[in-house]
């Protein structure tokens, strides 16, 4: 099955010159669905994972169902302020500004191998956050998997050092 297919194209969204890809379409198809989590699955399953970390929001569709194909437990990576235990927190950069994300203190324990999901990659500054709160938690990353890559802005850059897998990229 060819996803990119399921896949919508929204011109001048989320402002005028961007191409959006609107994975909705994509999820609303009970085979593309299918096929995300399977494609995702067949590439990780001969690699060790104790939890799957799944960054808000999107990466939360993908995330739990891949852990339940893998095995695994599953962990939420959120914005500040949405967690309700004690939390360690990365705050990192973005192309205007910084953002920061959250995690539970006690989800990730030493030696945990961590699969990170995410729906895109884009300029990957939010997986290397992600990476880099599990690895000051003591997890080791094991695999960052994302549905969509957006090639053309280099985020596979800043993931340098990590096994980055993506289902579907694009050019441009």
Not at 150 to 170: A, P
């Amino acid at each position: 099955m060819d996803l990119k297919t399921l896949i919508r194209e929204v011109p001048d969204f989320p402002k005028p010159g961007i191409l959006f890809y609107d994975i909705t379409t994509l999820l609303k198809d009970r085979a593309g669905l299918r096929g995300v989590i399977d494609g995702l699955k067949d590439h990780y399953r001969d690699t060790q994972v104790d939890v799957v970390l799944g960054i808000e929001a999107r990466g939360f569709i993908f995330a739990p169902a891949l852990a339940y194909a893998l095995g695994a437990g599953f962990v939420p990576v959120r914005k500040p302020k949405k967690l309700p235990a004690e939390c360690v927190r990365v705050t990192y950069d973005l192309e205007y500004g910084t953002d920061t994300l959250e995690m539970h203190k006690d989800a990730v324990r030493q030696g945990d191998r961590v699969l990170i999901v995410d729906d895109l990659l884009a300029t990957g500054g939010t997986a290397a956050a992600a990476a880099r709160m599990v690895e000051d938690a003591g997890g080791v990353v094991v695999g960052l998997g994302f549905v969509v890559e957006l090639t053309f802005l280099g985020g596979r850059g800043r993931l340098s050092g990590h096994d980055v897998f993506s289902l579907l990229e694009y050019d441009k």
